[in-house]
């Protein structure tokens, strides 16, 4: 299957501070990526989805100055966590697809490791 | 409103015995269905999807599914659960109307024991 690598997988940072998460899929292009947080023992929360060259769409509840959506390619996604606070402390996944290409829609999401964001 | 159930939040089996993962759906239409599994600290792996054809489908691990358009379900099974088989189990369903669109249910942790 398609491989999407997400950078990094553990982060520490203080409070106040900015943490950059990038999502990348690797042997495909990825029209459309979705960041999810997940809380422990909860399943995924859709935070926003990205169209290449377009602006995120965010789920209601997300404020969009804090979480900060950047798909700038068909192959990377950024998600920049502003003003980070302790209750940010999450972890977050992305994944990608293809959908919406002629030829290359096999239909599934590609998932990312996840990143584990701990502010202190 | 569309949704995606998993009405077990947990799921004990012993090693070698049959396990079943429950998953029922209200999306309109004919979606394609799915499911993942995720490791602890991990991101979620593509196990086996259905998209049209054999109701039996077939996936990695030696984990298959059988959707039921009547019932709309679409739960996971395994004739043998392996101890390495305990992870959190994800369905998910996609719209045939919203390609954009991917719900998922709150996941179902399985246990198996040795």
């Known amino acids: 299957g398609a491989v999407v690598s997400q950078h990094p997988s553990w982060v520490i940072c203080k409070s106040g501070t900015s943490v950059k998460i990038e999502c990348r899929s690797l042997d495909f292009q990825a029209t459309t990526m979705f960041w999810y947080r997940q809380f422990p023992k909860q399943s995924l929360m859709l935070m926003a989805t990205s169209n290449e060259g377009s602006k995120a769409t965010y789920e209601q509840g997300v404020e969009k100055d804090k979480f900060l959506i950047n798909h700038a390619s068909l192959t990377l996604s950024t998600l920049t966590v502003t003003s980070a606070h302790p209750e940010d402390s999450s972890f977050y996944i992305c994944s990608a697809t293809t959908w919406g290409r002629p030829g290359s829609d096999t239909g599934e999401l590609f998932f990312g490791e996840g990143s584990r964001l701990t502010v202190l | 409103a569309q949704s995606v159930a998993q009405p077990e939040d947990q799921v004990n089996v012993a090693e070698g015995n049959p396990l079943t993962v429950k998953c029922t759906y209200s999306?309109?239409?004919?979606?394609?269905l799915f499911w993942y599994v995720q490791y602890p600290n991990r991101g979620l792996q593509f196990l086996l999807k259905y998209i049209t054809g054999d109701n039996l489908v077939k996936g990695s691990y030696g984990f298959e599914a059988e959707f039921n358009k009547s019932q709309t379900s679409f739960h996971l099974k395994k004739p043998s659960a392996l101890v390495s088989d305990s992870a959190l189990y994800f369905c998910a369903v996609r719209p045939p109307y919203n390609f954009n669109k991917f719900y998922f249910g709150s996941g179902t942790k399985l246990n198996v024991k040795p």
């Open positions: 999306v309109s239409g004919n979606p394609y």
